[in-house]
Structure formats: structure tokens, C-alpha cells
């Protein structure tokens, strides 16, 4: 990814990952986006 793209998502993905980790310890799948 371009250092741009990772800027302006920095957020986005930062709150996406934290959301995965909850669900993974809720209900681990294995399955990651």
C-alpha cells in the first residue's frame, strides 16, 4: 500500500482490527479479513 493509503485508513483499519480481536475471543473462526 502507498504511505497515503495507509494514512488516511489508519483509523478505519485500526477500529476494524480492534473488532476482530473482540470477535476472535468471542467466537474464534480463524477467519481473517
Do not use: H
Amino acid at each position: 500500500m502507498l504511505a497515503m493509503e495507509v494514512n488516511d485508513y489508519a483509523g478505519f483499519l485500526n477500529a476494524r482490527s480492534v473488532a476482530e480481536s473482540i470477535a476472535s475471543m468471542l467466537a474464534p473462526t480463524g477467519a481473517r479479513l
